[in-house]
């Protein structure tokens, strides 16, 4: 099972930008989707942005597409979530994800990081 291990979030203002990156550690099968989730106070946690590890495919929550992208660098181990235009409803703890599965109604995922806090301020 792969380890998780976030770090960049922070207090931005509406309007701002953020990048998450997410360590990642133990075995990434070729064919693993990794991603993001998020949390906001009193809300389920829900899915954010996933990519495939063996290439580029990614795959978004439709309020982040053209905002927020997801990336990786397989020669470090890194899954990155650069976050534009931030607005105050991003605020959340966000988590990294590994081992993602869409069963064509919700994502899950297999293993969690322990989270960084965003918050955006209006």
């Known amino acids: 099972q792969v380890q998780l291990v976030e770090s960049g979030g922070g207090l931005v203002q509406a309007g701002g930008s953020v990048k998450l990156s997410c360590a990642t550690s133990?075995?990434?099968?070729?064919?693993?989707?990794l991603g993001w989730f998020r949390q906001a106070p009193g809300k389920e946690r829900e899915f954010v942005a996933a990519i495939r590890w063996s290439h580029d495919s990614t795959f978004y929550k439709d309020s982040v597409k053209g905002r927020f992208t997801i990336s990786k660098d397989k020669s470090k181990n890194m899954v990155y979530l650069q976050m534009n235009s931030l607005q105050p409803e991003d605020t959340a703890v966000y988590y990294c994800?590994?081992?993602?599965?869409?069963?064509?109604?919700?994502?899950?995922?297999?293993?969690w990081g322990q989270g960084t806090q965003v918050t955006v301020s209006s």
């Open positions: 133990g075995r990434i099968f070729t064919s693993s989707i």
């Open positions: 994800a590994g081992g993602l599965r869409d069963d064509g109604y919700r994502w899950s995922a297999a293993s």
